[in-house]
């Protein structure tokens, strides 16, 4: 079994001309406080943090990052900033095996999307809520639709 958190980043400030670079906004400070407050209570634990490039996320993920136990490497991914189901799906088939558990930081609509074709059912992302899915595969490689259930969200 394979472990999958996906994390949409927190809220961030209004739509600029450069999409990329935009930050947080105080509202957004505080969503990815009070997410990494419940992830250090749940005690949560992965191989690697992959994040997109983007500043939100970059931002969310270095809010989160010390609430996961053991030693994690954080992988910023360009790939992740704009990125559909399709590559979403490939991007996950390509991890690393040595990898069990994963982390991705990344942007709706694709969060949303990812885990609904993951899980065979509807799976809506606000900002700053993390989704944990088991997958039923023991390869990265075997990733397919349906083959995993949601365990929880957080916050709650």
Request: charged share 20%.
């Given at each position: 079994?394979?472990?999958?958190?996906?994390?949409?980043?927190?809220?961030?400030?209004?739509?600029?001309?450069?999409?990329?670079?935009?930050?947080?906004?105080?509202?957004?400070?505080?969503?990815?406080?009070?997410?990494?407050?419940?992830?250090?209570?749940?005690?949560?634990?992965?191989?690697?943090?992959?994040?997109?490039?983007?500043a939100r996320?970059?931002?969310?993920?270095?809010?989160?990052?010390?609430?996961?136990?053991?030693?994690?490497?954080?992988?910023?991914?360009?790939e992740l900033?704009?990125?559909?189901?399709?590559?979403?799906m490939k991007?996950?088939?390509?991890?690393?095996?040595?990898?069990?558990?994963?982390?991705?930081?990344?942007?709706?609509?694709?969060?949303?999307?990812?885990?609904?074709?993951?899980?065979?059912?509807?799976?809506?992302?606000?900002?700053?809520?993390?989704?944990?899915?088991?997958?039923?595969?023991?390869?990265?490689?075997?990733?397919?639709?349906?083959?995993?259930?949601?365990?929880?969200?957080?916050?709650?």
């Amino acid at each position: 079994m394979k472990k999958l958190y996906l994390l949409r980043h927190a809220d961030a400030k209004p739509n600029s001309t450069d999409d990329i670079a935009r930050q947080l906004s105080k509202t957004g400070h505080k969503e990815a406080a009070t997410l990494a407050n419940a992830m250090l209570h749940k005690k949560i634990s992965c191989d690697v943090i992959f994040c997109s490039s983007a500043a939100r996320a970059c931002q969310t993920c270095d809010a989160v990052a010390s609430s996961v136990t053991g030693e994690i490497s954080i992988q910023k991914k360009e790939e992740l900033y704009y990125i559909d189901l399709n590559k979403a799906m490939k991007f996950v088939k390509n991890i690393n095996e040595s990898y069990e558990s994963v982390l991705i930081v990344s942007h709706n609509p694709t969060m949303s999307d990812l885990a609904t074709q993951l899980t065979g059912s509807e799976i809506h992302f606000t900002t700053g809520i993390l989704k944990y899915l088991e997958l039923d595969i023991n390869s990265w490689d075997d990733l397919a639709p349906s083959c995993g259930k949601l365990v929880w969200s957080l916050p709650n």
